[in-house]
Nanobody, 124 residues
Framework: VQLQASGGGLVQAGGSLRVSCGAS????????MGWFRQAPGKEREFVAA????????YYADSVKGRFTISRDNAKNTVYLQMNSLIPEDTAVYYC??????????????????WGQGTQVTVSS
């Protein structure tokens, strides 16, 4: 499975960005897809996840109400729409796929495939 993240960039605080994650090499049908982010000097942290089979979504408290994760089955693509961005959202954003069953979606160790990351920078 190859994951390709795209769509990052520079935006002013209060603005919006949408990052995308396309998959090749396998269908998404049995996966959980997640977005994580990592700022300089910090650990990688959970942002959002979506269960491919039923569309159930999960969000970190810090982004709830501002970010929306969604999927497009036909395009094998997962999106993260980010609104009301703040400087603290600045990080490299990674998409990841969970292919084995785990009881949680919140930890990087439970994801099996990772994309290369896309930089999101929010200026104040």
């Amino acid at each position: 499975v190859q994951l390709q993240a795209s769509g990052g960039g520079l935006v002013q605080a209060g603005g919006s960005l949408r990052v995308s994650c396309g998959a090749s090499g396998h269908t998404f049908s049995s996966y959980v897809m997640g977005w994580f982010r990592q700022a300089p000097g910090k650990e990688r942290e959970f942002v959002a996840a979506i269960r491919w089979s039923d569309g159930r979504t999960y969000y970190a408290d810090s982004v709830k109400g501002r970010f929306t994760i969604s999927r497009d089955n036909a395009k094998n693509t997962v999106y993260l729409q980010m609104n009301s961005l703040i400087p603290e959202d600045t990080a490299v954003y990674y998409c990841a796929a969970q292919v084995a069953y785990y009881s949680t979606v919140y930890y990087p160790v439970h994801y099996d495939y990772w994309g290369q990351g896309t930089q999101v920078t929010v200026s104040s």
